[in-house]
């Protein structure tokens, strides 16, 4: 098993720890996103480790050039473009957030999602597609 390999499972497992619980208690974990969500320099924090996440799955592959990989690039340049955001514009996130995390069924289709998503990855990673070459 290769890095990329091994980072596709990371992203998987950081999928399910992170959205399970808004599937088991939405109520509650839209309260605790709220409250996160509501602090400038907690956005500001998260952008930087968002930012920093991003630019290790770059490290591993920048190129968008088709195949399966493409997924490391492209959550790679999402998550340092949101990091930036954050980093320079939390305030323009806040009201974002709010409108959009606002609602319990959100968290539960949103988990589901991330549920079906890290269950791809998972496949992905542990039965490639196509052998992995990084040039």
Same mark, same amino acid.
């Given at each position: 098993?290769?890095?990329?390999?091994?980072?596709?499972?990371?992203?998987?497992?950081?999928?399910?720890?992170?959205?399970?619980?808004?599937?088991?208690?939405?109520?509650?974990?839209?309260?605790?996103?709220?409250?996160?969500?509501?602090?400038?320099?907690?956005?500001?924090?998260?952008?930087?480790?968002?930012?920093?996440?991003?630019?290790?799955?770059?490290?591993? &592959?920048?190129?968008?050039?088709?195949?399966?990989?493409?997924?490391?690039?492209?959550?790679? &340049?999402?998550?340092?473009?949101?990091?930036?955001?954050?980093?320079?514009?939390?305030?323009?996130?806040?009201?974002?957030?709010?409108?959009?995390?606002?609602?319990?069924?959100?968290?539960?289709?949103?988990?589901?999602?991330?549920?079906?998503?890290?269950?791809?990855?998972? &496949?992905?990673?542990?039965?490639?597609?196509?052998?992995?070459?990084? &040039?």
């Amino acid at each position: 098993m290769d890095v990329t390999q091994k980072l596709v499972l990371a992203m998987a497992a950081w999928l399910i720890v992170i959205m399970l619980p808004g599937i088991i208690s939405p109520k509650r974990f839209r309260e605790l996103m709220m409250d996160l969500m509501s602090d400038t320099k907690i956005l500001r924090v998260l952008g930087f480790m968002t930012m920093c996440i991003g630019f290790v799955y770059l490290s591993v &592959y920048s190129k968008i050039s088709g195949g399966w990989l493409m997924i490391i690039s492209i959550l790679g &340049y999402a998550a340092v473009i949101k990091g930036i955001w954050l980093l320079w514009l939390p305030e323009t996130a806040k009201p974002l957030f709010k409108r959009f995390f606002n609602t319990d069924m959100f968290y539960i289709i949103a988990g589901i999602i991330a549920m079906l998503i890290a269950i791809g990855l998972i &496949y992905v990673a542990l039965y490639p597609l196509a052998p992995v070459v990084i &040039y």
